[in-house]
Structures are given as C-alpha cells and as structure tokens.
C-alpha cells in the first residue's frame, strides 16, 4: 500500500526524521508512535504532501495495481490522484459552511467534472443537477456513519468537538481514499467518544481503506492497529504487531526515559 | 463609572497629542510661502468628541440586559432583509426612470456602477477571500479596451462589452498566476501595485492612451442597431419609435444597461455559490490547507475567482467609457479601488444584499448629501455649506476608512451577515 | 543609457549612486517599521506609510512653529524637530495599533488587513481635511555642500543635506539596534517574534510589546519623514502611498522580519529608483519600484536575508 523508503526530513540543521523506511500494508490500520518530537508528524506532513522530504522516496499502490511517487508530487494531487486523505490534530473544518457543504466541498473534483468545469452549470445545462444528488446522498451514508445527519445543515463551527472530529474523519473520506491518514484522531475525547471512534475507524478499514494514523493514546493504538511503527529522534526504534512492539525492550527504553512527560 | 471617566480622560489625553498639532495647527499655502495658523477649536471639539465618545462606550457597554436584546435583533434582522428587502428595493431600481427625473436616473447609474462592481470584488473578497486592493485596474483594462477598440477599429460598444471583460480577466489571470500562490497579505499589496502600475501607464502611455487627456468621443451604445441621437434618421431610436428625440431617453436607456449588468453579476454569483467551484471558493476562504487536502487546486480556484471578479469590473468599465464618452485615468486612483472595498465589508463581505444597501446609501446617500448641501448653500448664499459640499469627497473617503476599521472591531463579518447554506439536506 | 552631454560617465555615476544611497536610507528607516511589525504580529502594517507622511507634517509644523518662536539655530531646530514630530508620530502609531488593531487578534484573516487599510485611508483624509490638499513647500535649511571630483564643467555635489540625512539616519540605527539588542524590551521583542504564544506564557506583557513595536516603527518613520521634508523640500498628505509601497518592497526585498535586511533592502530600492530616474525614463520611475516588488515576491519571496517560513499544517 503505502512504501517509505529512507526518508530524510531536515529543517536547517536540524534532523527531523533520519533515513525512516517502513511500510503500511493494504487493509491494515499501521500506527506510527513515539515520544514527544519524535518526528511522527513530520512523517505525516511528508506522506500527506505538506512538506517536501530532503531525500528518500514514498510511494503509494492502489488497489487496481496503479503506482505513485509522492514525494515529488503537488500538494493536491497527492489526495486527488494519490488518494490519500488526512485530518489534522487541530480540526480544520470549513466552520462557516454547513455541515453538508463540508462534505460536498470534499468531492469538489469529482462534481466539478460534472458541471462541465463550471460554464456548462452557470447556464443550467448537464447533468449536474444528478451528480449533485449523487453527491449529497454520499454525504448522507458518512453523516449516517457518524451520526450527525440531523446537524447536516448546521455551520460546522456550531458542533460539539467530538463531532467536529468524525466529521472531519467523514469529510476526509468523501475524497473516496485509499489510504486514511490520521493526526491524533482520538486527542480531547471521552473515552465514550474514542470508543465510538474506534468502531468508525474499524468500520472504514473493513470498507477496504487503509488507515495510518499518530496516536498519543496508547488505549486506541494498541486496541485498533494492526501493525506499529515506532519513532525516537526521528528514527524508526521498532516495527511489528502491537504486541511485538510492546514487548520490545527499545520501545521500553524509549518511553521509560522520557516516561514523565511524554 | 470613576473608572469610565478616568479612561475618557485619557483618551482625551491622548486625543490632545494627537489633535493640538494636526488640526489645532494648520500649514497655510500663503503667498510668500507657508503660515502656521492656529485653529484651537477645532481641535478643541474634536478632544471634547473624544471623551465624550469614549464615556458613552463604556456606558453602551455596561448597560444592562445587553446580552438577550442583542442576540435577538442579530437573529431576526437578516432572514426578514433577505425576504423583503431586495424584492422593494428591487421593483423601486425597475421603476425608477419612471420618475422621469433625469437627477435621481444619473444617480441611480452612478450607484448601480458601484453596486456592480461591489458585487464584482465580492466575488474575490467576500466569497473567495483574497484581498484585492486593485481592483480598479480590472476597471480601467475593461474601460481603456472598449475607448481604444472603438478608436482603431470602430468596434461598437455591444461587440466589446465581452471583449473588455475577456481582456480584464486575461488581465486577472496573467497578474494572479504569479502571486496567487503567496500568502494573503502579499496579494494584497501585490494589487496595489498593479493598479498603480496600471495608472502610471495609462498616464505615460501617450502615444497609445492620450495620456492624461484620456479618450474623448467614445461612442454610445445602441439598441439593437438603433442610435440614441438628437436628428430624426431612421436608424435612431426616437425616429424609428416616431416619437419625439430626447437625451432622457439614452440616459434611460444607459440606466436600464447597468441595471441589468449588475443583475447579470448578481445572477452569476448567486448561481456559481450553490455550484462546486462556488463552494470551493468560499472553503478557500475558510481554509486553504483543508482546502488542499482534499485535493482542490488551490492556485486555479484562486485564479477563477480572481478572473471572474475581474471580468465583471471589465464590464463594467466598458459601460463607464460608453456612458461617460469620455475617459482618463484620473478615474482610476486607488481612491476608488477603497471605495469599491469599503461597499464590500460594509455589506458583509459575501452578502450580495448588504453590497447593494452599502452603495445605496455611501455613493448615492453622500452624492444627495453634497446636491443638497451645495443647494442649499447656493439659495442661503452661505459659502460653509458649498465649502462643506466641495469638501465632502474628503469627508467620504474618511468616513469609508473609519467605516472599515469599525466594521472590523465591530462586526467583521459584516451588517448583513446570515449566510444562506448552496445545499440542503432534506 | 542616455549620457548626459559633457559629462564625465564615472562622475555622473557616482552623483547618482550619493543620491541613491541618500534616498535608501529613509526607506530603509520606513521598512524597518513594515519589518518589525510583520516579524512580530504577521501582518502587513498598511498605515505605517501614512505615519511617515504624518510624521513629515509634524515636522513641517514644528519647524515653523520654533521658527516663529525665534528659534532658527538650524541644528538645534531640527533637534526639536525630531524629538517633536518622533514622539507625537509614536502616539499616532500607538493609538492606530491599539484602536484598529489589537481588537482584532483572533479574529477572521482578513479582518487585520482591511482595518490597516481602513486607517490608511483615515490617516490620508484626516490629514487632507486638516491641513489642506495643496502641496506644502519648504524652503532649504541646508542650502550648499561639498564639490566632489570638479573637472570644470561637472562636479559631483554633495550637499550638507545629503550628509544630514545620512548621519542622521546612521544614529538613528545605532540607537536603535543597541535597543533591540541589549535592552529588556528588545529581548521581549524578539522573544515575541519567535513565538508570540509562548512568550506571553512566559510572563512577557505581549500587548505592551507590540505596543511598543508600533511606537518605535512610528518614531522611525517620522525620522524618515522629517529627513523627507528636508530633502524634497515639499510635501502633500499622498506622500505615504508611493513611499509606503517602496518602504515595503525594501522590506520584502532585505527578508521581511530581517532589520538589517530593511535597511540594505531600503538602500537597494533607493539606488533603483534614482538609477533608472537617472538612465531610463523618469515617468516610469515608480513603475519600477513596483515591478522589482512583483518580480521579488514571485522568485524570492523569502528576499536576501529572510529565513524560509515553514507552514504550520
């Protein structure tokens, strides 16, 4: 699915991540974890196209047998053409718009195509009218999903954190994904919400998307992964199955060392 | 309240250093050069307006029953604006000409100018959310295309109406491609120098603009081949109707043309919000990296919403050069850049209502304001009011600029500001 | 290149590169005021233009006003001057960051932007309506200099106004680098410009540093329009446009957030804009200000000594 290959990522001196290599495999949910600056998000911000690594490669392989380097890719095209989505550890939702218009701004490629890239719909002509149905009715099976098809019309910004959460979990899956990439989804939930959330991210896996995702919370990591990866210093310390890597006496070492305030 | 009236204190204060000097003193252009004058009182009233203005605040702030009285009246006042509002104001913009007036019909050409282009700039600010601060050199690409066509080539103004706007959007896009990408903030600034660019070319340019002469003669429109015109040949309006020639008739006329340019703005505006690319403009505007995550082209959605607002200002500038037969660039300084963005805010930024109701009573309010004003100093032959009438393009531009910077401590998100949802689910 | 008839091309040169320099050092004292502002808050201080042009008023008034009070020693009029149009343009800067700005941290992106403009076009017509819109000439407090390179039928002047400005302008700098570098407020300054979230958590009064931003930035850029006013010898209350735009393409140009990029930036922008009055022609002389800052905005946005920003996701 999902292939980094000695990645390097530098900010001026200093070294974020150092030659990481590791795999996420297709129909897997793979964690990456680590202590406080370990460098998981700048891994992410690699995968997702946000930065540029300094060297090494990641490519992606869909299920139809399709390959993508993305390194090298513009930062669009890794979700539109790679089809990776991904959320943010602090939510970033349309909060103006409405519910519902967060949904359809995420199929944004797919109804503009529809309208004819746009004339063809300022005058009414096309069948856009349908392609828009087709899109709000996708909205309703995610709103479904995660509960919130009564706040479907509601600006985005009125709802209760946990829900902004899912929702940005379902927007990110409106882009039709392969591979769902995660920033601490379960960071401020109760552990009524993050149970809630387990069972989503489950569900979506099982749909056939594969999930990575950073997580603080060791509850949810060890409970819903399948395969782990973790990072110190910006250095891959271990790599397995949760309980592999739970036993692995580096993984120990690492969050012993630092026990108090990672 | 000691404290109330120990910050109005201050502020006064304050208002003391900043007031003694500027206008408690004035630079007079005397003629063996310049003169201190002293002016105290109007530095006086202006510390006194100060303290003043500041006490009241803190009185407004801390009355009571505050919180229920203001989230009521911010509730109901959009919805019931939305539904009957526009509908009134629309119907009086139709049957306007019917007064038969030609003052009130010139000055309703002038506002709907402005509410075209706010709606235009909307497009780029309010919904888009990208700062142009020259917008005016659209105008002016838009007005110069039509007068030079129509010079050269004698093109007539309904072949270049889409020509000037297809050359202010081509316009839109070579600027906008290269600065598209940057943050916000430079974009802006990015504008203003575009626009200043624009002006200085335009003034420097003789051989192709005339320079600061501007273009005299532009040709009028017509309709449907018929020629507004005062002799009585078959190919005029008046003597193909058989009715008398009058120039009320081409004023009406021009009117009716703006009229509908601007509803064509509004039209397309409000069709392309409930459309993909409208939907992504205003999730640009909310976010631009949630934006690019979900595989939106970041920089082609900017520059579409930069091109269309520039297209409609192109539009509308070629309906300027047509109606006024004259144009230069005097007509495009910044200054009218601001005026265009202080509709904007002022209307709330996005609400296509709020952008008519801020024309309506900045432009057209003000110009009565200064007709009557001057009016009435004529007839008292009091030379404050004509000196105030003459100096009241000044005041507006200060007035604007105050407008906008209250607006922001205020209500950022404009007068008008509830925003209808481009989909419902059901 | 035009060569002036009769005139020796290096002597014609160096009178250019004296004027040019001359110039770049009050946009450079401008820019430093564009430069903090946006190291510190990230936004693009519109108004700080029209405190320069606000600044070259007070100074005028003041000028006038201690000539009128029988105070004509010329170095200790400007003295006063300074300290008189400095401090009140500080107060203008304050009031602008505390009544347009400040309420606004936290709010929407652009709401900054449009209230920076709001009190650009404040400070423009407040001070049309106050003073008048007719231009404003002064006669020359300096008149002569030195002759540089005098071959009988050209010489290189420099005039003491020149050396004025440029002294000036070297102890303004001095004055202020040693604040921003050795002083308390200089550290809160800097720490604030690192990460202003963090250093109000550490106990820094940040509204007060940023205050105190906007009133050195002020003070700077009346300096800047008091050495204006002494070198053109008239002004109008439209002044702050042009050279707030050039101000800020020095900025951008020396790496906006750098000071002593503001500075070379500054000078960069003044040896443009004299070299090309001087060699192309002059009508399309702030064109080219305009266009050096498109061109550096679209291939080198980070400008000479700017550091790259990293974008926060």
New interface residues.
């Given amino acids: 699915m999902l292939s980094v290959t000695n990645l390097t990522m530098r ?1 001026g001196g200093l070294t974020a991540v150092d030659d990481l290599t590791f795999q996420a495999r297709a129909g897997e949910v793979t964690a990456v974890i680590g202590p406080n600056g370990a460098g998981k ?1 700048t891994v992410f ?1 690699c995968v ?3 930065y540029r690594p300094s060297s090494g490669t990641i490519e992606v392989a869909h299920a139809d047998g399709s390959r993508f380097r993305l390194e090298r890719m513009a ?7 790679g089809k990776i ?2 959320t ?1 550890q602090n939510i ?7 519910v ?2 967060n949904l ?6 797919a ?2 195509a529809a ?1 004819g890239f ?1 004339v063809m ?2 005058l009414g002509l096309g069948g ?1 009218r349908a392609a ?1 149905q087709a899109g ?1 009715e996708k ?2 099976y995610w ?1 479904e999903r995660i509960g919130l ?1 009564d706040r ?2 509601d600006p985005a910004g009125s709802l209760p954190y946990g829900a902004q959460r899912r929702l940005e979990i379902a ?2 899956m409106c ?1 039709d994904p392969e591979l769902l990439c995660l920033d601490e989804p379960a960071a401020g939930l109760n552990p009524r919400e993050s149970e809630a959330l387990n069972q989503l991210l489950l569900g979506i896996r099982d749909g056939g998307c594969s999930l990575l995702l950073i997580e603080h919370d060791m509850g949810v990591v060890m409970r819903i992964s399948d395969h782990i990866v973790v990072l110190d210093r910006g250095r891959k310390i271990s790599d397995g199955t949760p309980a592999e890597v739970r036993a692995d006496p580096a993984v120990i070492a690492a969050y012993l060392g630092e026990g108090e305030d990672a | 309240m000691m404290a109330a009236l120990r910050d109005a204190f201050l502020s006064a204060v304050i208002a003391l250093g900043l007031f003694v000097p500027m206008v408690g003193l004035v630079l007079d252009n005397g003629d063996r050069g310049l003169v201190l004058r002293g002016r105290p009182i109007a530095a006086a009233v202006l510390v006194g307006l100060v303290f003043v203005g500041r006490l009241v605040m803190h009185l407004w702030a801390d009355r009571p029953g505050k919180e229920a009285r203001t989230i009521r009246a911010s509730k109901i006042v959009p919805k019931a604006a939305n539904r009957f509002v526009a509908p009134i104001l629309l119907a009086a913009a139709v049957l306007l000409p019917l007064t038969g007036s030609r003052y009130y019909v010139d000055l309703g050409t002038l506002v709907l100018t402005y509410v075209m282009l706010g709606w235009g700039l909307n497009i780029v600010v309010g919904l888009a959310g990208l700062l142009d601060l020259g917008y005016v050199a659209f105008y002016a690409v838009g007005a110069y295309s039509y007068a030079l066509l129509a010079e050269h080539f004698g093109l007539g103004f309904w072949i270049c109406l889409p020509l000037a706007g297809i050359m202010a959007a081509f316009w839109g896009v070579l600027l906008g491609f290269p600065v598209l990408r940057l943050r916000g903030d430079y974009l802006a600034i990015v504008t203003l120098a575009f626009g200043e660019i624009i002006r200085v070319l335009l003034i420097n340019w003789v051989s192709l603009t005339h320079g600061p002469n501007g273009i005299t003669d532009i040709p009028r429109p017509t309709l449907f081949g018929l020629r507004f015109s005062m002799d009585d040949g078959d190919d005029t309006v008046a003597g193909f109707f058989g009715i008398e020639a009058e120039t009320i008739h081409r004023v009406i006329f021009l009117y009716y043309l703006i009229l509908a340019l601007a509803l064509l703005t509004n039209w397309v505006t409000l069709r392309l919000r409930r459309l993909p690319l409208g939907r992504a403009w205003e999730a640009l505007r909310e976010d631009e990296i949630a934006c690019r995550s979900l595989g939106i082209n970041v920089t082609t959605t900017k520059l579409t919403a930069f091109a269309t607002g520039a297209m409609f200002a192109g539009f509308a500038g070629a309906f300027f050069a047509t109606r006024q037969a004259f144009i230069s660039p005097e007509s495009f300084t910044f200054i009218e850049s601001a005026t265009v963005l202080a509709i904007v805010v002022l209307g709330g930024l996005g609400s296509q209502l709020g952008v008519a109701l801020a024309a309506l009573v900045m432009v057209g309010g003000l110009e009565m304001l200064r007709d009557l004003l001057s009016t009435v100093g004529e007839q008292m032959g009091s030379e404050w009011f004509s000196g105030l009438a003459g100096d009241l393009p000044t005041y507006r531009m200060l007035i604007f600029g105050l407008a906008l910077v209250v607006m922001m401590v205020l209500r950022p998100r404009g007068l008008v500001s509830g925003r209808t949802a481009t989909a419902e689910m059901r | 290149m035009t060569n002036v008839p009769g005139v020796p091309a290096l002597a014609y040169a160096l009178q250019q590169l004296i004027n040019g320099v001359t110039l770049g050092m009050i946009y450079g004292l401008i820019a430093v005021g564009y430069t903090m502002v946006y190291g510190i808050i990230g936004m693009i201080n519109f108004a700080h233009g029209d405190i320069f042009m606000v600044g070259s008023f007070l100074s005028l008034i003041a000028l006038l006003g201690l000539a009128s009070l029988g105070i004509t020693a010329v170095p200790l009029a400007l003295a006063l001057t300074l300290i008189f149009a400095a401090g009140l343009a500080a107060l203008y800067g304050w009031t602008v960051e505390r009544v347009a700005y400040r309420p606004l941290r936290g709010s929407f992106r652009l709401a900054p932007l449009i209230s920076a403009i709001g009190m650009s076009i404040v400070l423009q017509n407040f001070v049309q309506v106050g003073q008048g819109a007719r231009v404003k000439p002064m006669e020359a407090l300096l008149p002569g200099g030195i002759a540089l390179m005098d071959d009988g039928n050209f010489a290189v002047q420099l005039s003491w106004m020149q050396i004025a400005i440029v002294v000036t302008t070297l102890v303004v700098l001095a004055v202020f680098t040693w604040l921003v570098t050795k002083t308390p407020l200089g550290r809160s300054m800097r720490a604030c410009e690192q990460d202003l979230k963090m250093a109000g958590l550490m106990g820094i009064d940040t509204d007060r540093t940023i205050s105190l931003t906007f009133v050195i930035g002020a003070a700077l850029a009346a300096v800047a329009g008091l050495l204006f006013l002494l070198y053109y010898g008239v002004i109008d209350f439209f002044i702050g446009f042009l050279a707030g735009v050039k101000a800020f393409t020095a900025a951008v140009l020396g790496g906006i957030g750098s000071l002593p990029g503001a500075v070379l930036g500054g000078l960069l922008i003044g040896l443009i804009e004299v070299g090309w009055s001087a060699f192309l022609p002059v009508e399309y002389k702030d064109v080219a200000a305009f266009s050096v800052l498109i061109l550096v905005l679209i291939f080198r946005p980070n400008g000479i000594m700017g550091r790259a920003e990293v974008e926060k996701v």
Avoid: D, K, P
């Avoid at chain 1, 359809?104 to 490629?109: E, I």
């Fill in positions: 900010f998000t911000n997702t196209g946000f930062g669009h095209l890794i979700a539109s053409r989505a991904r943010f970033r939702l349309f909060a103006g718009m409405t519902l218009e359809l701004v995420a199929q944004h490629n109804l503009m309208t746009g719909a300022v856009y828009e709000i909205a309703r709103l098809v479907a019309n927007r990110a882009i």
